[in-house]
T-cell receptor
Framework: AQRVTQPEKLLSVFKGAPVELKCNYS??????LFWYVQYSRQRLQLLLR??SRESIKGFTADLNKGETSFHLKKPFAQEEDSAMYYC??????????FGTGTRLLVSP | NAGVTQTPKFQVLKTGQSMTLQCAQD?????MYWYRQDPGMGLRLIYY???????DKGEVPNGYNVSRLNKREFSLRLESAAPSQTSVYFC??????????????FGPGTRLTVT
């Protein structure tokens, strides 16, 4: 079954603390994964894609095929990082399957 | 370049009423999607259209119909609204090419309440 699991509904950290948002996937083929972010009252937007191996706003994510994980990390959280984060998996040519999302709350 | 636009932004319906949610994109994308977003459920695909003239069911199509009116527009219709369809609805589009450029671009959402 094609599935994305984000085990944490809420992750609360203090400003300057490290952040790791967990994402595990189940997929029989070669996975293509993304992180999307939704700031308060804004539309979803792409944050990272595993293929490009980039760092956006200080966030990085590494695909670990052995652990079937694509965790999102940032060494020092900022208040403006507070948002809803969704991990997504490409299934077939046309579709994305999203996880249930993790709300990140960064307190001052 | 407005990207993906949706109308209306908010809507309240009574059970049994019908309505159509409109979506348009100006990026010349081939593929378009409708999702619903519910607390604790994430985003779930309702219907999608891989190209103009084609539509396919997603994960939760029951109670909905869609029309790909042209390349730009993809509408979602609720024929007889039910309280279970209270949700935030997002439209998205994608260029439709294989490879690394799989990004989907999302609209601002429509918040629908069915009483």
């Amino acid at each position: 079954a094609q599935r994305v699991t984000q085990p944490e509904k809420l992750l609360s950290v203090f400003k300057g603390a490290p952040v790791e948002l967990k994402c595990n996937y189940s997929y029989s083929g070669s996975p293509e994964l993304f992180w999307y972010v939704q700031y308060s009252r804004q539309r979803l937007q792409l944050l990272l894609r595993h293929i490009s191996r980039e760092s956006i706003k200080g966030f990085t994510a590494d695909l670990n095929k052995g652990e079937t994980s694509f965790h999102l990390k940032k060494p020092f959280a900022q208040e403006e990082d507070s948002a809803m984060y969704y991990c997504a998996l490409v299934t077939g040519f046309q579709k994305l399957v999203f996880g249930t999302g993790t709300r990140l709350l960064v307190s001052p | 370049n407005a990207g993906v636009t949706q109308t209306p932004k908010f809507q309240v319906l009574k059970t049994g009423q019908s309505m159509t949610l409109q979506c348009a994109q100006d990026m010349n994308h081939n593929s378009m999607y409708w999702y619903r977003q519910d607390p604790g459920m994430g985003l779930r695909l309702i219907y999608y259209s891989a190209s103009e003239g084609t539509t396919d069911k997603g994960e939760v199509p029951n109670g909905y119909n869609v029309s790909r009116l042209n390349k730009r527009e993809f509408s979602l219709r609720l024929e007889s609204a039910a309280p279970s369809q209270t949700s935030v609805y997002f439209c998205a589009s994608r260029e439709g090419e294989r490879g690394g450029g799989y990004e989907q671009y999302f609209g601002p959402g429509t918040r629908l309440t069915v009483t």
